[in-house]
């Protein structure tokens, strides 16, 4: 049996990747949707000290540390065996967030973030991952407007960090162009999702 394909979807706050990868996900009914970070119980709960906007006092250095513990342990747990039983994944966020976030943003460099997240999973890496672009501006004003999402403590932050967050994945396109693609997000729910689906059946057809 072959292995699963692994698809992770990234993107700055409000770019609307959780709405896309949750219709895409009941497009493909086969595929596991999860999301980081969290998607099993240990994860979940490193999720909540994280984003838990108490912590304000939190080092990004412990930041990024804790996001390496809860990818571990989620990929562990739930991504390898669930290709290694031949079944796809969709993943909200991975790897790319924490060098984005906590590399580039938070100033620790993406190559030492790339480092300790290399030692949390080994060689697995998605085939694909779709970046969802968008002004920080105008995915601000999306999560201000939408009452029902979670606000957690990076939602909190200055404009200035967003402009970053978004400048370090623009960073990543140009260091991983062979497995990065990039989607405008400024459109529709309708035109995001058509383009992300189009370019997801078409990795999942070359298995």
């Known amino acids: 049996m072959n292995n699963g394909t692994f698809i992770t979807f990234e993107g700055p706050d409000g770019a609307g990747k959780t709405t896309i990868i949750s219709m895409v996900a009941e497009k493909l009914n086969h595929a596991l949707l999860t999301r980081e970070p969290g998607g099993i119980d240990i994860a979940e709960q490193i999720r909540r000290v994280i984003l838990d906007k108490e912590n304000t006092a939190m080092d990004p250095?412990?930041?990024?540390?804790?996001?390496?513990?809860?990818?571990?342990?989620?990929?562990?747990?739930?991504?390898?065996?669930?290709?290694?039983?031949?079944?796809?994944?969709?993943?909200?966020?991975?790897?790319?967030?924490?060098?984005?976030?906590?590399?580039?943003?938070?100033?620790?460099?993406?190559?030492?973030?790339?480092?300790?997240?290399?030692?949390?999973?080994?060689?697995?890496?998605?085939?694909?991952?779709?970046?969802?672009?968008?002004?920080?501006?105008?995915?601000?004003?999306?999560?201000n407007k939408n009452k029902g999402r979670e606000i957690n403590r990076l939602d909190l932050e200055n404009l200035e960090f967003h402009h970053k967050v978004r400048k370090g994945y623009h960073l990543l396109l140009d260091r991983f162009p062979e497995r990065i693609v990039k989607i405008d997000a400024s459109g529709t729910v309708d035109e995001v999702f058509k383009k992300t689906l189009q370019i997801v059946e078409k990795k999942l057809a070359e298995k």
Request: proline share 4%; aromatic share 10%.
């Open 61 to 143: 250095r412990t930041e990024a540390l804790l996001y390496a513990a809860a990818r571990r342990q989620h990929l562990i747990e739930r991504v390898k065996p669930a290709l290694e039983a031949g079944r796809d994944v969709l993943c909200d966020r991975f790897v790319d967030s924490s060098l984005a976030y906590q590399g580039y943003a938070r100033g620790l460099g993406i190559d030492e973030v790339w480092s300790i997240n290399q030692f949390a999973v080994e060689n697995l890496m998605p085939e694909l991952t779709i970046y969802f672009d968008i002004e920080p501006e105008l995915g601000l004003t999306r999560i």
